[in-house]
C-alpha cells in the first residue's frame, strides 16, 4: 500500500506559480511512475504529468504547454509539480497518483492504484 499526501495548493491570480508537493510512503518506488491528475467539479478526471521513479522519464499533457515541470527526490520519496503562467482553466483539484511501471499507458489513469486525498487550486482571472 502506497500513502499519498498532497499539499501546495491554493489561490492565486492568473499567471501566477504556485509548488504542488506530494509526499509518498509505504514501498520502494524504482519500479513505479507517479503521476499528477486533476478534476474539476462536474468534469472527468485529467492527466497532467507523470514521471518515472527509476531513471526520472517525465511525460506531459498537451495543455501544459511548457508551464509544468514534475519532478522527484528519490531520497524523501516526494513528488513535485512547478506550475507556471496559471490560467483559471488549471483551476482544479490536484491529486498525485502511483502506478507499477510495467502497466501505465503515459497520458492516461488507467493501472494507477494508489490516490492522494487532493488539494485544491483556485486561480482568479
Known amino acids: 500500500h502506497v500513502d499519498l499526501v498532497e499539499s501546495g495548493g491554493g489561490l492565486v491570480q492568473a499567471g501566477g506559480s504556485l509548488r504542488l508537493s506530494c509526499a509518498a510512503s509505504g514501498h520502494d518506488f524504482s519500479l513505479y511512475t507517479m503521476g499528477w491528475f486533476r478534476q474539476a467539479p462536474g468534469k472527468e478526471r485529467e492527466f497532467v504529468a507523470a514521471?518515472?521513479?527509476?531513471?526520472?522519464?517525465?511525460f506531459y499533457a498537451d495543455f501544459v504547454k511548457g508551464r509544468f515541470t514534475i519532478s522527484r527526490d528519490n531520497v524523501k520519496n516526494t513528488l513535485y509539480l512547478q506550475m507556471s503562467d496559471l490560467q483559471p482553466e488549471d483551476a482544479a483539484e490536484y491529486h498525485c497518483a502511483a502506478a507499477a511501471s510495467r502497466t501505465v499507458i503515459p497520458g492516461t489513469a488507467l493501472n494507477y492504484r494508489s490516490w492522494g486525498q487532493g488539494t485544491q487550486v483556485t486561480v482568479s482571472s
Open positions: 514521471i518515472r521513479w527509476g531513471g526520472g522519464k517525465t
